[in-house]
């Protein structure tokens, strides 16, 4: 069974496009949206339009939840977020808007014996943060789980945490530079970021996987799509993948 793991796309079709081709050329079982789909970027409803084609079960991001109103989506929502907002919700029909209502706190897969649990932050809420180098306590949501699969942090990475294998696929949309000299300064990459969670025999194990897609489609759509502040948005793109 090869599960494909895609996450925080927001907004940025040019890249979904790029991982959506990909995923139909290696072939996969199942596919599985960790949420944060079209909040941030030049393409909302294209990025949406595409998802629902492919009717795959998808998870609640906090910018998701954020688009629709939902009060704990974000602690204090800075002025960029909620002009970027107001323009989204411009951009989408009310068939969007539903569509990203509908969107699941957490999935929970049973393949073969293991059980896997898709989430965004963690299991107990979409703005909790797991990184690799932090010490993990899992108290507050212990779950009895062979995988546990999460986004949020646009970053790829996994280890053990209790006796689960954890794994982040990274970032469709927003993938950046994590080894910058100035963590003031985020250099974005035109890469498509996104994961497949293999189970045979009663044993999980993970591909990572990155694909780069055309900066320059995106530029263009980005300075000209109405989003506030697009340009800043676009300097922030180194023009080559690393």
């Known amino acids: 069974m090869r599960i494909a793991l895609i996450s925080d796309q927001h907004a940025n079709d040019v890249a979904f496009r790029a991982v959506i081709e990909d995923i139909e050329r290696i072939g996969v079982d199942r596919i599985v949206c960790l949420g944060d789909v079209a909040q941030g970027g030049p393409q909302p409803s294209a990025v949406l339009d595409r998802l629902g084609s492919l009717g795959c079960e998808t998870i609640m991001g906090n910018s998701d939840a954020f688009l629709i109103g939902r009060p704990d989506a ?6 960029d977020h909620l002009a970027v907002r107001e323009w989204t919700l411009q951009q989408l029909a009310e068939r969007h808007l539903g569509q990203i209502r509908a969107f699941q706190e957490t999935i929970t897969l049973e393949v073969e014996d293991q059980t896997i649990l898709c989430f965004h932050g963690s299991p107990r ?4 943060i797991l990184l690799p180098e932090g010490e993990t306590d899992t108290t507050p949501w212990r779950v009895d789980a062979d995988v546990l699969a999460g986004g949020h942090t646009h970053r790829q990475w ?7 294998l954890f794994v982040n696929p990274g970032s469709v949309g927003v993938a950046y530079d994590h080894h910058h000299p100035s963590e003031a300064e985020v250099e974005l990459e035109p ?6 969670a293999y189970v045979e025999d009663g044993a999980a194990a993970v591909d990572f996987r990155r ?3 055309p900066f320059a489609e995106l530029r263009d759509v980005l300075l000209g799509s109405g989003r506030p502040r697009a340009d800043e948005f676009a300097a922030q793109y180194r023009e080559q993948p690393r």
């Open 74 to 79: 974000f602690d204090e929502a800075t002025e």
């Open 125 to 128: 809420s979409y703005n909790d």
């Open 158 to 164: 996994t280890r053990r945490i209790d006796d689960a």
């Open 191 to 196: 890469v498509a970021e996104y994961a497949v």
């Open 211 to 213: 694909v780069a897609y």
